[in-house]
């Protein structure tokens, strides 16, 4: 049975009251011509007052129930990842044949409401962080506006729009880029967004990396003595001939911000990006030239009094604490093909391979020993990632072969100008399903 609108109720009172005020007006005789005319305007009036009272509650309604129907896309999901390792560099992965690990279990939440508003979650639980077992890896909202949405605000702990995006490499274990936090890199902030055709512009301001947590899954994370905060971003992108297998994306980044320490002494930091994303095909091809600097003040201190070097920042990534060159310039490039194949489950596959190079600045040297340790001069670091990727429905797993020489930043074995390998066997299983339309 269809719900009957808010009109019917008045209508019918209007029909009555007019029955009704007729049928007095032919009982009553005593009138005259000019009183009866007058009545019947008066009548005419209460008519139009019924029905304009008639078409604001149907107005009313509309609007209650297209309230309703912006909670049409609400998404539960959610993963679990595992891990087989196996290091080159560790005895006790030698002796054990490696090892297997749970690595994370994730919930996520998204949605997104007709009137522009979206808004998404991520909240992760492990045992094998080098800190807390449990984090936000992001969560924000984000309010759509402009010419066919072509704006947008977003605010809360979201990924920083920097080089190339959305991660910047295909291996599960991560970029150079992204252990030095310029790939997929999360921080806590507002960030502005503005599209036309090719055109994309982003400009943000970012508080802190961490939203004050004590550990995050976001690499180049300043901590122990180093904080980065009050950071600007600002990104400028332009993509050649937009199509969904055919493109080219040319984007020019640039960040900078302020570096707190221990002793309260104000350094900064900045960074500048140059990047392509190229598209043909199957065929995937990233280039990107990162140049940065930390500034560390001289003779700041962590809270307990230990100099900073000023050559190096300590940085963490899933808690796990590493030396970083304070000045340098990271060049990488990645170079990937899919394929659609039908393995039984297997759909698809995507063979890989991702090369990060981080030249030191200044002398060419740091000291990755960390504050207040015996200086461990070291140089120049390389990474590469090689690897295959197979989807089966919602079944991802990554097989990686990890390289890397003065790689510790990488989980890559340790500073000692020696290249060290390490194999990586990922399985992700991810779901999820609307609760809501």
């Known amino acids: 049975m269809r719900k009957p609108t808010g009109r019917v109720p008045h209508l019918a009172i209007a029909g009555l009251a007019a029955v009704w005020s007729f049928q007095a007006l032919a009982q009553d005789g005593n009138k005259t011509d000019d009183q009866l005319r007058q009545d019947v305007k008066d009548l005419k009036l209460q008519v139009e007052q019924l029905q304009k009272q008639a078409r604001r509650d149907e107005s009313s309604n509309k609007t209650m129930s297209d309230l309703k129907k912006q909670d049409e896309t609400l998404t539960i999901g959610g993963g679990v990842v595992t891990e087989y390792q196996f290091k080159d560099y560790a005895t006790k992965s030698q002796e054990h044949g490696g090892s297997l690990i749970l690595d994370y279990f994730m919930l996520t939440v998204d949605g997104k409401l007709d009137n522009g508003i979206s808004y998404a979650a991520d909240y992760r639980l492990s045992d094998v962080n080098f800190a807390d077992g449990q984090y936000l890896h992001y969560g924000w909202a984000a309010y759509d506006f402009g010419a066919d949405d072509n704006q947008q605000v977003k605010a809360g702990m979201l990924r920083m729009p920097f080089g190339n995006l959305p991660y910047g ?13 310029f790939a997929d890199h999360q921080a806590a902030g ?4 503005y599209e036309a055709g090719p055109l ?21 994370v ?4 180093y904080q980065t905060v009050n950071n600007s971003n600002v990104r400028v992108a332009y993509t050649v001939n937009q199509s969904d297998t055919n493109y080219l994306t040319m984007s020019l980044s640039g960040q900078g911000g302020q570096l707190d320490t221990g002793s309260r002494d104000i ?5 500048g990006a140059l990047a392509l994303d190229a598209h043909a095909g199957a ?3 990233q280039l990107q030239w ?3 600097a930390y500034n560390v003040p001289d003779n700041a201190t962590t809270a307990g009094g230990v100099p900073l070097p000023t050559d190096a920042i300590t940085a963490e990534d899933y808690g796990y604490r590493y030396q970083m060159a304070a000045r340098g310039d990271i060049y990488s490039a990645n170079i990937a093909r899919d394929f659609n194949v039908n393995w039984g489950p297997v759909t698809q596959v995507q063979l890989y391979n991702n090369y990060g190079y981080l030249k030191v600045g200044g002398d060419g040297q740091f000291n990755s020993a960390g504050p207040g340790k015996t200086p461990q001069s070291t140089g120049d670091t390389q990474y590469n990632a090689a690897g295959a990727l197979f989807v089966a429905g919602p079944i991802y797993v990554w097989a990686d072969v990890l390289t890397g020489k003065n790689a510790a930043m990488s ?13 990586n066997l990922t399985t992700a299983f991810y779901f999820g399903g609307n609760l809501q339309k």
């Open 222 to 225: 300043a901590v122990d003595g």
């Open 200 to 220: 994309r512009v982003d400009v943000g301001f970012f508080k802190n990396d961490t939203l004050g947590q004590s550990s995050t899954y976001s690499g180049g």
């Open 290 to 292: 990162v140049s940065y």
């Open 190 to 193: 507002l960030n502005y967004k």
């Open 169 to 181: 490499y295909q291996t599960f274990w991560g970029s150079l880029n992204y252990y030095a936090g």
């Open 411 to 423: 989980f890559m074995g340790p500073n000692d100008g020696q290249w060290h390998t390490r194999f």
């Open 267 to 271: 350094g900064s930091r900045w960074a």
């Open 283 to 285: 065929w995937t091809g």
